[in-house]
Every structure is written in C-alpha cells, then in structure tokens.
C-alpha cells in the first residue's frame, strides 16, 4: 500500500526567506512522486515530479525537490519566496509508471508575508 | 488552449435531487478521473476512465456514477445526493501511462 504525509498543515515564511515544505511517503516499491500547487479557487497545476530519473528535480517558478529514499521523503524548497506563491500545496505519490491512481497528501498551505 | 473544462463550477441543490457535472476535455487523452476535494483530506479518487466505455471506481465511489461514451467528456452522476457529497470536485485527464495528470478548474457543490 502508498501512502504521503505533509508534515505540515501550514507553513508561513516572508518574502525573500527559503520555503521548506516537508513529505514523507511510504511505498512497497520506489513510487512516482509529484508536487502539485493549488491557488485560491483555481485547479491543481503540476509543479514537479520524480520518475526514478534525476533524485534533484527542479520544476517551474524556482520550486526543486529531493528524492531520498533513505529518508522515505521528497521534500519542496524554494531558495526565495515570493508573495505569488501563497497557496496550498499538495504531496501525490503514484506506483511507478502507473499514474492511474494517484494517493494524495492532505495539503501544506503556504502563507508568505511581505 | 489545452484545458479542462467543468461545468457547472458552482452549484447548490437540495437533498435527492438527481445532477450532472460535466468533465470536457480537448486534448484527446485516454485516460480521465474524478476527485473531490474535502478539508484535512486532500483530494479522493471518485472514478477514472481508461478510455471510451472503460471505467473503474477509485477510493470513495459510493453515491456517484460516471458514463464514458466520447472520449472527450467525462460527467459525474449524483443520482440522489446527500449533503455529505457537499465537496470540491475536480474532473482530471492524461495522456498514457505514467505521465502527470492536468486537472480542471473544480466545481463547488453543496448540497442542503
């Protein structure tokens, strides 16, 4: 069985600080990971994902993430926050090569503060 | 402009009162999903099509129905809802195996 925790319900940092969004997955075998952001009253937009290629995988609007299999984890950072990147981001963990079913975490929101 | 498209984005009916949500997609993918989105919960998979008259239940699929008889719609069924069904839905669609799914805009639903 797949699972992900977000190890945290919110995160507020103020522009310009780093932004650490923390996730844990659990997977019987090395899964498919993806961070997906949600702005306020808009869909889901990919920002990242992880396929068994490259463990540091950078994605759009600065975002980059490590797989670390060790750790069990797959964490999103950012080096400068931005006031545009208030909004709620989610951890998604998938067998590999199947994203027929995608196992959400249950959401990080992200505050930033000018 | 590859989307997906959801109709209506909301909506407030009563208990028992039978409605659609339509899921359209012009990216000619294969496979399409249904998700609703509750507090605390993340998203939950309702429904997904691997194609045309092939689809299957996800995790929470109790209270709902789904047709895939174009490959580009994808509508959601509440035969009778209930208020627990009250959510955020989000209609999703890919291309092939192992590729990032693309998500609609959401359809608010409350149901009194």
């Known amino acids: 069985a797949q699972s992900v925790t977000q190890l945290d319900s919110h995160v507020s940092v103020s522009e310009g600080t780093p932004v650490l969004l923390r996730c844990n997955y659990s997977s019987s075998y090395s899964p498919s990971l993806f961070w997906y952001v949600q702005h306020p009253n808009k869909g889901l937009q990919l920002l990242l994902k992880?396929?068994?290629?490259?463990?540091l995988v950078k994605g759009i609007n600065g975002f980059e993430a490590e797989f670390k299999k060790s750790e069990t984890s797959f964490h999103l950072t950012k080096p400068s926050a931005h006031m545009s990147d208030a909004a709620e981001y989610f951890c998604v963990v998938s067998r590999p090569y199947n994203t027929d079913k995608l196992i959400f975490g249950t959401g990080t929101r992200l505050q930033v503060f000018p | 402009e590859a989307q997906v498209t959801q109709n209506p984005r909301y909506l407030i009916t009563v208990t028992g009162k039978k409605l659609t949500v339509t899921c359209s997609q012009n990216m000619n993918h294969e496979y399409m999903s249904w998700y609703r989105q509750d507090p605390g919960l993340g998203l939950r998979q309702i429904y997904y099509?691997?194609?045309?008259?092939?689809?299957d239940k996800g995790d929470v699929p109790e209270g709902y129905k789904v047709s895939r008889k174009e490959k580009r719609n994808f509508p959601l069924i509440l035969e009778s809802p209930s208020p627990n069904q009250t959510s955020l839905y989000f209609c999703?669609?890919?291309?092939?195996?192992?590729?990032?799914?693309?998500f609609g805009p959401g359809t608010r639903l409350t149901v009194l």
């Open positions: 099509s691997m194609n045309v008259e092939v689809t």
């Open positions: 999703a669609s890919r291309v092939g195996t192992g590729n990032e799914q693309f």
């Open positions: 992880y396929t068994s290629a490259a463990t």
